[in-house]
């Protein structure tokens, strides 16, 4: 098998743990997301197996080789990196022969492999310019160029589109996908952005604190989180997590208000998760006192209370409902997800 | 009130720079074009003929190529020994801090207290280094009797002074060259040396092309080292053009020959960064 494997990787600085046994198979042509939020220990991960980072523990193999201590020359990778890091002196033509250039490749091959990426990347016309005089998107599209030219067995991404704004971010999205399709390579993309996680991966890994949380295809991880950091981290907006008791068939939200409980589980109190598009209006159901009102054209968010819980519930646009109303939300017993409380783990339904 | 602040700093600054500064350098100037034998004698206008006498001389030449030799060799040493000891003060290691802290005493040290050490260390008799020398049983060096020897120590004394000005403002400028790059060389493949070559140097040019305008007009216009070692001798071997510009104005009381050597010296300074300056332009700041 091609691609990677990552054994157990492990980082500790002194007594600090910073990345805890990662256990990942990634294959040939797979697009694997590293997704969690800042200090997670995703980048470190990225930069273990880069060989950025020394690896405290475990093993790596790539393209079925062990390079657990090997240079990051000698591990067949490419990365590209948060701030670009082009080198500002040189053309860009020479950034991106420069990993050839050290490799010993031959001046015409190289020409030739950079004006191929070049071309892909639709890059040619800014071949003779330096880094400076590029705007950060383009800056964006020669790392990649870079990375593309190495031809390696394994592409490595540490949050490249965290720079840009919000539209170019969307749109090189895209074109990391279609890429990463046409070159048919493994691919670990770093990003706290869980939108690029969804829309990207093949497979998100989650991680928090340096401990994987759950590795999943995105519907898996949106449809069965793990547990409710999983749950709360996937997803905009964010799922509504509540306390509840479970009493008579019937969860029990507090202040008189209850829905009905999924079948299955056996426990006394549990937290209650419940996406926001999972609600709707309905005629009789929970009662919910409307506090603020998102237009987002297609969708509404309204936001406010059922007893004294906070919640957030979207919908198709509704323009008739504003702050102060008080309107019914009903939901599926399919869409309720149900955590344990201390350990936050999920509790399975009967259907799983 | 606003509205005069800044013409008032620039008339306080424009006074101090015409009083300070132009004043004495257009009056030593003029000086040159006066025959004065002594300082308190009336000067009586020659034109250019102290200029005639003086490149007509064999020892304006001497004194001009001892400079050059003096300030190109100390420059290139500083700059080659201050990079090497950044590189080094740049790496991780257990009392860093420290050295960086003892790598910068010699700059803080006045001229003449180091050179009246190193007089006493070569001293023949007693030196430390003379002694040791003797028992490592190699030969005596005259560090200042034989011409190649004094502008050895000249060049030592001078090196060991000044590295340090290279070293720490290279280190600084070590620091501010960012991680990503050195991390995006290792993937691509360049080792240590190619990292310094493709890297750190083209990085740190514009910090570089200061350091060596400075130190190399500093170089040429310093007269202490030499003047308390050697004071231009043995026959002149030492001698540049701020000793000669010295000792004929203050010596041998000839003002005007003096202040003419001073003016060509200035001159010859200024083709030179001209020049310095078309073969390195500052970089635009990006």
Redesign the interface.
Known sequence: MAGASLKKLRKTYGNVIAVEGVDLEISDGELIVLLGPSGCGKSTTLRMVAGLESISSGQLLIDDRDVTKLEPKDRDIAMVFQNYALYPHKTIRANMAFGLKMRGMEAGEASRCVNEAAEMLDITHLLDRKPGQLSGGQMQRVALGRALVRDPAIFLLDEPLSNLDAKLRARMREEIALLQRRIGKAMLYVTHDQTEAMTLADRIVIMRDGQVQQIGSPLEVYDRPANAFVAGFIGSPEMNLLAAEISGGRLILGDGVSMSAPEGPNLKSVTVGIRPEALEPASEGLPFSIQGVEQLGSQTLFIGQVGNHRLRAMTGRQDNISVGDTISLKTSPSSIHLFENESGMRIRNNEE | MTRWLLPGFLTVGAIATLVLIVGPALYAVSLSFYDIPSLTSDPVWVGLNKYAVVLSSGEFWNAMWNGIVYAGLTIILQVVLGIGFALILNQKFVGRSLLRGLTFLPYLLPTVIAVLTFKWMVDGSFGIITILMHEWGLPAVNWFETEAASMFSVILISVWLWTPFVTTTFLAGLQTV?V??Y????????GPI?QFF??TL??L?PILTVIVLLRGVWMFNKLDVIWLTTGGGPLGATEHLPVLSYRKAFALFDIGSGAAIATLSFLVLMIAVTLYFRAFPMEEV?
Not at chain 2, 183 to 190: H, I, M, P
Request: aromatic residues 0%; glycine residues 6%.
């Open positions: 960012p990503q790059l991390e995006a060389a290792r993937v691509d493949g360049a190619r493709h890297i083209p990085m040019r990006k």
